[in-house]
């Protein structure tokens, strides 16, 4: 009997695995086409080709729905850039891998952009609990001091300037990464071209790494 109950639970625990990820699925899509607060359970459950009741087991609310999309995309940006850290290259060029791992998120899942776009809407306070915007604060802090280290890595191996504000450098890079995704579809939305994005990911990144160079003087330069 012990040997059948195995097999029977580990398949089980399989199969709510499988559709408990068919919701967040049918959640992702259903938040970006009518946004967060329009979006409504009975419009996931019909998505996800459920009856409601069984959404409700397996998610109470639709905040803990979004939340959970939010603390997937968090946990998949902290693995990118602890991947570009680890990757022994030196400060300058962990911070291009950062910031390319964020262009191609972007590209593959432009979903969870917009789930984070939802942290700018003035109505966060009252659709999400005080408890779960301190979370997702410590969250986004963690990924924030884990680039900012690599800016500092850069100051403290002489590559980047010494007088600078590390986690401000984060704030920028991110406020930029966010702006050129919306720059970009807005001009989609407007049916401007929009194919840009890549060439002006690049170009803003050498733009703003070039502001963060250390200066070399002239008679070291000559030297």
Not at 5 to 15: L, V
Not at 147 to 167: C, F, P
Not at 170 to 183: H, N, T
Request: charged letters at 25%; one cysteine or more.
């Amino acid at each position: 009997m012990m040997s059948n109950s195995k097999p029977t639970a580990a398949r089980r625990e399989r199969e709510r695995g499988a559709r408990r990820q068919l919701i967040l699925d049918a959640a992702k899509s259903v938040f970006d086409e009518r946004g967060f607060l329009n979006a409504t359970m009975e419009e996931i459950a019909e998505r996800s080709e459920l009856a409601v009741g069984t959404l409700y087991r397996y998610f109470q609310s639709k905040e803990e729905l979004y939340v959970s999309l939010l603390f997937e995309a968090m946990e998949m940006f902290r693995e990118g850039i602890e991947g570009a850290r680890g990757s022994g290259g030196p400060p300058n060029e962990q911070l291009r891998a950062v910031w390319r791992f964020f262009y191609a998120f972007y590209r593959e899942q432009p979903e969870y952009y917009r789930a984070l776009m939802f942290l700018h809407n003035e109505g966060l306070s009252d659709a999400i609990s005080p408890g779960v915007i301190q979370e997702i604060n410590h969250r986004a802090g963690v990924n924030f001091r884990l680039v900012a280290e690599i800016v500092q890595s850069g100051v403290d191996a002489g590559l980047y300037r010494s007088d600078l504000d590390t986690r401000g450098v984060v704030d920028v890079l991110w406020s930029l990464l966010m702006g050129l995704v919306q720059l970009i579809e807005t001009r989609r939305n407007l049916g401007a071209p929009a194919d840009m994005l890549e060439t002006l990911h690049y170009e803003a990144f050498e733009w703003l790494e070039c502001g963060l160079r250390r200066r070399v003087s002239a008679s070291v330069r000559a030297n």
